[in-house]
């Protein structure tokens, strides 16, 4: 039996990587691999010359050169809302240890010495008002990106009592509907600002995104405000934030994105990027990659892509090879191959388009085989990045 050769990078959950099963080949040489899966490390596409699609573990995916991937014809997936109830959690965790003082407290206690436990008591007592914070609940959450994790977290701001306002300037419909009734939704970003007590920001990191939060952003916000940035580093202009600080304009900073700027700053708590890092949100990322790719190499699907159209299509009994052809999204395409396909005698049973606005994805089902002289002569055509036969006979889903 001929095996799907994968390449892993990072250690990626055994039970994601249990799915693949006796078709697949792990980590194999880089060189061989039509699969790759990964978590956080910086892929060199030149060193994978015959990949056919990247997953990644987990939401963000700035360690892949997604441009150059689209180029290539090479299919990146994510797993959006797989890590979102461990990011979730501790954002949660943060704030009650940031409004309770509790890094503080904490540190006060290793401190205590003496084997007298009345003195001991008597100190705790005395010292302990110097730790007094205050609760979330009464409080404004504003949440921007309404998003897998945004949702969350807007939804537990209302379970924790508090007042809660999200902004998306491009909200999407099933997510929105995800949002309790309480959330209330922001009609701009400023009228959001002004009124959070604390800004937890969670979008992804593009070209668009990069310094969102900056000095203007920081002028609409609320005097004493709390700043969370569990998206992406780059996110936050750092300068900008600790110049906020620095002046009492805000009230502090907490990241999940350690700096040289941002440690060792009395008012900005940090974590070592531990948002995704639980054992759970692992094996759900891990899990539901594999499965995105699995779904891509076996049958062509594509669920959670970041640069190619999403289709499902399920094959018929009687379909005997599944056709993929990937182009550039340019008129006259769907034409142009049914008609080569027509020429070489294939009888195409279903024919399904998708576009995202620049990539064009075809899954062409056929009653017959097509060669790699037909695939050759679809690559010829202008704007045509790639194509890929599977074969579907006796409905084996064979890579």
């Not at 999940?256 to 759900?284: C, R, V, W």
């Not at 062409?364 to 085989?369: G, K, P, Y």
């Not at 704007?383 to 006979?393: D, Y």
Request: proline share 4%; glycine share 8%; net charge negative.
């Amino acid at each position: 039996m001929t095996t799907c050769p994968i390449a892993i990078m990072n250690a990626v959950a055994s039970e994601g990587l249990d799915i693949f099963g006796a078709k697949y080949q792990l980590d194999v040489d880089p060189k061989e691999a039509l699969g790759l899966v990964l978590r956080s490390s910086p892929v060199d596409l030149d060193a994978f010359p015959n990949l056919v699609a990247i997953a990644r573990a987990g939401a963000g995916v700035n360690n892949i050169p997604v441009d150059e991937a689209s180029e290539r014809g090479i299919c990146v997936f994510n797993t959006p809302g797989a890590n979102a109830n461990a990011v979730v959690e501790l954002l949660f965790t943060m704030l009650g240890i940031s409004l309770r003082n509790v890094q503080q407290g904490m540190s006060f206690c290793d401190g205590l010495q003496g084997d007298d436990e009345e003195k001991l008591n008597a100190e705790v007592e005395a010292r302990k008002k110097g730790f007094k914070g205050m609760e979330m609940s009464g409080k404004t959450l504003g949440v921007i990106g309404l998003g897998q994790i945004g949702v969350r977290v807007a939804n537990m701001g209302i379970h924790h009592n508090m007042r809660v306002i999200g902004y998306d300037p491009y909200p999407v419909m099933d997510n929105i509907h995800d949002l309790l009734p309480d959330v209330e939704l922001a009609k701009a970003r400023r009228d959001l600002l002004a009124q959070a007590d604390f800004v937890s920001v969670h979008v992804p990191l593009n070209k668009n995104t990069k310094g969102l939060v900056n000095q203007e952003f920081i002028d609409f916000m609320k005097e004493d405000a709390l700043l969370f940035n569990y998206a992406r580093g780059p996110v936050v202009d750092e300068d900008a934030v600790l110049e906020a600080l620095e002046s009492d304009r805000i009230a502090g900073h907490i990241s999940d994105f350690p700096s040289p700027k941002l440690i060792n700053h009395e008012k900005i708590l940090l974590t070592p990027h531990l948002g995704a890092s639980t054992a759970e949100s692992e094996g759900n990322c891990a899990c539901m990659a594999v499965k995105e790719l699995k779904g891509y190499l076996e049958y062509g699907n594509i669920t959670h892509s970041v640069n190619f159209p999403n289709v499902e299509i399920i094959p018929t009994v009687w379909v005997h090879t599944r056709l993929i052809v990937i182009n550039k999204d340019t008129p006259g395409m769907i034409g142009l191959m049914s008609n080569i396909l027509g020429q070489h005698g294939i009888n195409i049973m279903s024919y399904t388009n998708k576009s995202n606005g620049t990539m064009g994805y075809n899954i062409i089902d056929t009653a017959t085989a097509v060669s790699s002289e037909v695939c050759k002569e679809i690559e010829a055509v202008e704007g045509v990045i790639r194509t890929r036969v599977i074969s579907l006979k006796n409905s084996s889903g064979t890579v």
